[in-house]
């Protein structure tokens, strides 16, 4: 069975852009969340859904905004791009909400410049 | 404080030894405890999940969970090369928090 899977791998932007990040989950996994990862750092929590609606929000401003399709998968959209949005976006599903084991795809690396 | 505390490392220990692991978390009611393992420009791996007090064993890896200290850690007995990585701590109540990590570098 096919892992998480998103697209694009690598994406350079200029500040002041939008950007739009996939990810489509494991199959049978109903829950998406989305990560930013910087260098040395561990990934910082942004959004869950689960069956298309948010469920979680981590600390981040009302640039970042995200959804879920009925066939689960999900979008992540980062309007008015920051220098310091340059990160490794990642995606993770679980098989429901709530402390289920997540498994992430191989993220979106995100350049601003 | 940190929700999720870990020793930032870097940790070395030479190949076929143990390598010990630890993580604090601040807020009692987590409920499931993850490790996962990074290597240099790929994502999280999962190597284990515990989710009671006391100890889990899978292969060569062992997590320990003590929840009345907050406390969790992960052993990795008869080091490998190949496990020289970015060690994750992950806690989970609504949502999953991560540690910064810990690098391990297991010297052959």
């Known amino acids: 069975d096919a892992g998480v899977t998103q697209s694009p791998t690598h994406l350079i932007k200029t500040r002041g852009q939008q950007v739009t990040l996939r990810c489509s989950p494991i199959?049978?996994?109903?829950?998406v969340s989305w990560y930013q990862q910087v260098l040395g750092q561990g990934p910082q929590f942004i959004f869950q859904?689960?069956?298309?609606?948010?469920?979680g929000r981590g600390n981040f401003p009302d640039r970042f905004s995200a959804r879920q399709f009925p066939n689960y998968s999900s979008e992540l959209n980062v309007n008015a791009l920051l220098l310091g949005d340059s990160a490794l976006y990642l995606c993770?599903?679980?098989?429901?909400?709530?402390?289920?084991?997540?498994?992430f795809g191989d993220g979106t690396r995100l350049s601003i410049l | 404080q940190k929700e999720v505390e870990q020793n930032s490392g870097p940790l070395s220990v030479p190949e076929g030894a143990i390598a010990s692991l630890n993580c604090t978390y601040s807020?009692?009611?987590?409920?499931?405890f993850f490790w996962y393992r990074q290597y240099s420009g790929k994502s999280p791996e999962l190597i284990m999940s515990?989710?009671?007090?006391g100890d889990k064993e899978d292969g060569r890896f062992t997590a320990q969970l003590n929840k009345a200290s907050q406390y969790v850690s992960l052993l990795i007995r008869d080091s490998q090369p190949s496990d020289s990585a970015t060690y994750l701590c992950?806690?989970?109540?609504?949502?999953?928090?991560f540690g910064a990590g810990t690098r391990l570098t297991v010297k052959p």
């Open positions: 993770a599903s679980s098989l429901d909400k709530y402390n289920q084991p997540q498994h």
């Open positions: 199959s049978g996994h109903k829950s």
């Open positions: 859904y689960y069956e298309k609606e948010e469920r």
């Open positions: 807020d009692r009611v987590s409920q499931s």
């Open positions: 515990i989710y009671s007090n």
């Open positions: 992950a806690v989970t109540k609504n949502d999953m928090r």
